[in-house]
């Protein structure tokens, strides 16, 4: 038979929901400054979590179910007891926002992969060094939204790599213009060949603006 559990001297409730409010918001922050994909992600507050659905040109819906994630919350209570909490509370912070994106990436890449093939927006690099070229058949491959000066809006894409190495996937997030100005200067050729593509992204931007004022 389990021994009762023994009863504690007093208890503060209101201390403990300050607490978990507190800790839940900076390791919601922690993630963010971890990961930048995380951070430039749009978050919205909802009452149900249900499944999304996305659905492509060609009819097919990817679904993606909500993720239950298992953060642990640990503390050195010796430690605590010798006054240093602010140095545990910090440490632990940061290994749950570690354990949380260790649980968190894998989903959301696997997630971006479907739908990226569903609409055609995926870029395989077959081994090629990242370089003007592909960023380039990555907009080839994606809508430009334009502003009013119409200048195209390339800042708001975030470009996900993904390489093997030794035998673990590395993830490397970069804003697609934070990227390009990473990179060499284009040559001749590759500047003719962006010049050519943001003149038909604008000119599909245009028509796609007209189709929405026709309906």
Do not use: C, W
């Not at 009863?7 to 990961?35: G, N, Q």
């Not at 010798?82 to 989903?107: C, F, H, T, V, Y």
């Not at 809006?153 to 996937?169: C, P």
Request: charge should be negative; hydrophobic fraction near 40%.
């Amino acid at each position: 038979m389990a021994s009762a559990r023994k009863p504690l001297l007093f208890s503060l409730p209101e201390y403990d929901r300050a607490f978990a409010v507190f800790y839940r918001k900076t390791t919601d922050d922690m993630i963010s400054e971890k990961e930048p994909l995380l951070k430039a992600m749009k978050r919205t507050k909802l009452g149900d979590v249900t499944v999304t659905q996305n659905t492509a040109p060609d009819g097919s819906v990817v679904s993606n179910r909500p993720m239950f994630l298992s953060v642990p919350i640990a503390f050195d209570t010796s430690a605590v007891i010798r006054g240093e909490i602010d140095e545990q509370i910090g440490a632990a912070i940061d290994a749950s926002a570690d354990a949380s994106l260790r649980q968190i990436m894998p989903n959301l890449l696997d997630y971006i992969g479907r739908v990226s093939d569903a609409f055609g927006n995926r870029v395989d690099t077959d081994g090629r060094p990242m370089s003007h070229d592909v960023l380039l058949d990555f907009i080839e491959r994606v809508p430009i939204e334009f502003d009013e000066s119409g200048a195209p809006d390339l800042a708001s894409y975030m470009i996900v790599q993904q390489q093997v190495q030794d035998g673990e996937t590395v993830v490397r997030t970069l804003g697609l213009t934070e990227l390009m100005q990473s990179l060499p200067p284009m040559t001749e050729t590759q500047k003719d060949r962006f010049a050519d593509l943001i003149e038909r992204k604008r000119q599909e931007n245009s028509a796609r603006r007209r189709h929405r004022r026709l309906h």
